[in-house]
Nanobody
């Protein structure tokens, strides 16, 4: 199973970016058999979950709720994270992660140890 992120880069505060997460080697069939999450990590801090997708449900960290949206391409193994109204605090490395269970697939409950498959991360930087 492989997870790969695409997108990222620089944006101005108030701007938008779109990240994509492609899963290969695992069939994302019935959506209740997996959880895809986006985590964000800032240098020196732990990875924190920001957006979750499972069983057609989505969940977000308070810090991004209303600004970020996670979605899945119909019938595809690609999930997107649309990030709008970006703020300086959104700077960080964004990781996509997959686990083959919807258990604890919420931003408040998710733990990095729950996820087996991780992408390499993609950087998001807010410019002045």
């Amino acid at each position: 199973v492989r997870v790969a992120e695409y997108g990222g880069g620089s944006a101005q505060s108030g701007g938008s970016l779109r990240l994509s997460c492609v899963v290969s080697g695992y069939r994302l069939g019935s959506s209740n058999t997996y959880c895809v999450a986006w985590f964000r990590q800032v240098l020196g801090k732990e990875r924190e979950p920001v957006a979750m997708f499972s069983n057609h449900n989505t969940d977000y960290a308070n810090s991004v709720n209303g600004r970020f949206a996670i979605s899945r391409d119909n019938g595809a193994s690609t999930h997107h994270l649309q990030m709008d109204a970006l703020k300086p605090d959104d700077t960080g490395t964004y990781f996509c992660a997959l686990k083959t269970s919807p258990w604890r697939c919420t931003a408040s409950a998710a733990r990095t140890a729950d996820f087996v498959y991780w992408g390499q991360g993609t950087k998001v930087t807010m410019s002045a």
